[in-house]
């Protein structure tokens, strides 16, 4: 079974309300996206501290024909972000997709091997490791059917209910779901043990796969380059891995001259940038943004 060491536990504070609009980073759109016929796409979209992402992708053709990203007040509430975007945005608060997916992003969360699971206990098995604010926040699970495993994970109640009111028939997942998906859907079948990251605001998270496997998943927050290193360092060697060589693979929002993927190549001998996943497609128009960036938006398509 999957060995998933429990998220990194701190207390959840209410959410504070902000009235801004989310500010535009990036709209990339191909020019075959109409909005004539949304049982055709799939919409996709994130949740977090760095903002809401949106992914659209053609099911017919397999193939991403939009990206969308938008940066929010710090601790901003996601559900009043989600609803001021709406109220401008030609896409998101739609009706009529094909299906939707939201990947929520927070250290709220952990994971259960299949057969361990029962229904309702959710809350219990979560508060191993977090304490659930009722009057702000769900439990919600997921059901990694290909990897006997159950992801727990807590959402700000609020966008929990937007979701579910807006898009009854909607998927909820935690974004290291995506994560999982993505990584297992790209290792090596009787590979070695690997390590992947992905670098997001404050948050690292790390994944352990060998032979398509989920061995160790974990969050971590930090708020310096020594943090990161430290902790994908430990984690290595609490795998018996050598960071002279044994590769990592890194996804996530940082680039190529940063601090942070700076002290990373500092330490270790054998580390690059992660590929979008594999087997699908994508628009010309996504081309400008690098292809290691949104790997958990692009993985929402592998989710069931």
């Known amino acids: 079974m999957p060995i998933a060491l429990p998220a990194v536990s701190i207390t959840a504070s209410a959410s504070v309300v902000s009235a801004a609009t989310p500010v535009a980073q990036y709209s990339l759109r191909d020019e075959t996206l109409t909005g004539d016929d949304l049982a055709a796409y799939n919409l996709y979209l994130t949740a977090g501290p760095a903002g809401l992402r949106v992914g659209v992708a053609d099911v017919r053709r397999n193939k991403f024909v939009a990206l969308d990203d938008y940066a929010i007040a710090p601790a901003a509430s996601l559900a009043g972000q989600f609803r001021a975007l709406a109220a401008q945005h030609d896409l998101v608060g739609q009706t009529g997709w094909n299906s939707v997916r939201l990947a929520v992003q927070n250290r709220f969360f952990t994971l259960l091997p299949a057969p361990l699971f029962r229904q309702g206990d959710e809350a219990a ?83 352990a796969v060998r032979d398509k ?31 002279d060589q044994d590769p990592v693979v890194v996804w996530g929002d940082l ?27 994508y628009s010309y128009r996504l081309n400008d943004v690098f292809e290691y960036r949104y790997f958990e938006l692009y993985a929402l398509h592998l989710c069931e």
């Not at 070695?192 to 690292?204: D, G, I, K, T």
């Not at 496997?213 to 290595?236: G, K, Q």
């Not at 680039?255 to 497609?281: C, M, Q, W």
């Open 125 to 207: 098995f979560l508060r191993l490791h977090h304490q659930v604010d009722a009057d702000h926040e769900t439990v919600r699970h997921y059901r990694h059917s290909t990897l006997e495993t159950v992801s727990i994970f807590a959402a700000e109640k609020t966008l929990a209910d937007w979701f579910q009111s807006t898009y009854p028939t909607g998927k909820l997942v935690h974004q290291t779901s995506a994560l999982l998906e993505g990584v297992i859907h790209q290792s090596e079948q009787s590979g070695p043990r690997r390590l992947y990251l992905s670098v997001a605001h404050q948050e690292l998270t790390i994944v």
């Open 213 to 243: 496997r989920v061995e160790f998943c974990n969050v971590f927050a930090f708020t310096s380059a020594e943090d990161l290193i430290y902790y994908t360092i430990l984690v290595m060697q609490e795998l018996q891995l050598n960071p």
């Open 255 to 281: 680039t190529h001259d940063s601090e942070l993927f700076t002290i990373l190549r500092k330490y270790i001998r054998h580390v690059r940038f992660g590929n979008r996943p594999f087997d699908l497609a």
